[in-house]
């Protein structure tokens, strides 16, 4: 009797909790995060700049160029001007679903940075990840 209660409360206080979370809040990511993110994202961007193979076109130019975007957005990484390819990455053909979509992945992709060490290849893991979740997204 005692374990049916206690399961009971902890369903409500676990499906009340599920009602409380705003849809926006998927999209919060912290300062440490947003940090980790725009270093790394500006890093390998710069790589793959500087590298005499061109991957513009490459599903990982692609994640690296939604993350770059997101960070203008969020006012992470300032630019006078904001590159063309922001508005016709993946995910940007107009749809506002796409849009959110590409949105979450972003976020997704920022928060990863808090599991990898940005000092060696750990993190292509979250550009993996990332990469995913555009292919399939909410």
Same mark, same amino acid.
Do not use: W
């Given at each position: 009797? =005692?374990?049916? +209660? ?7 206080? @676990?499906?009340?909790?599920?009602? +409380? ?5 998927? &999209?919060?990511?912290? /300062? *440490? %995060?947003?940090?980790? !993110?725009?270093? &790394? ?5 710069? =790589?793959? *700049?500087?590298?005499?193979? !061109? $991957?513009?076109? !490459?599903?990982r130019y692609q994640i690296l160029m939604v993350s770059y975007c997101?960070? +203008?957005?969020?006012? &992470?990484? @300032?630019?006078?001007? =904001?590159?063309?390819? #922001? ?9 506002? %679903? ?6 979450? #992945?972003?976020?997704? /992709? %920022?928060?990863? /940075? ?7 290849? $750990? ?8 990469? $995913?979740?555009?292919? &399939?997204?909410?």
């Open positions: 009797m =005692k374990n049916k +209660i206690l399961t009971t409360a902890l369903l409500i206080s @676990v499906l009340g909790g599920c009602h +409380i979370i705003d849809s926006k809040s998927i &999209y919060n990511v912290d /300062f *440490e %995060h947003l940090v980790r !993110s725009a270093f &790394y994202t500006q890093q390998e961007l710069l =790589k793959l *700049e500087l590298d005499s193979s !061109s $991957e513009a076109d !490459s599903e997101d960070l +203008i957005d969020r006012g &992470y990484i @300032v630019t006078s001007e =904001k590159p063309q390819s #922001c508005g016709t990455s993946v995910g940007a053909t107009g749809s506002q %679903h796409e849009k959110t979509d590409q949105n979450y #992945c972003a976020a997704a /992709f %920022h928060r990863c /940075f808090n599991s990898c060490s940005l000092r060696n290849n $750990e993190c292509t893991s979250c550009e993996k990840q990332a990469i $995913e979740c555009l292919h &399939y997204p909410l």
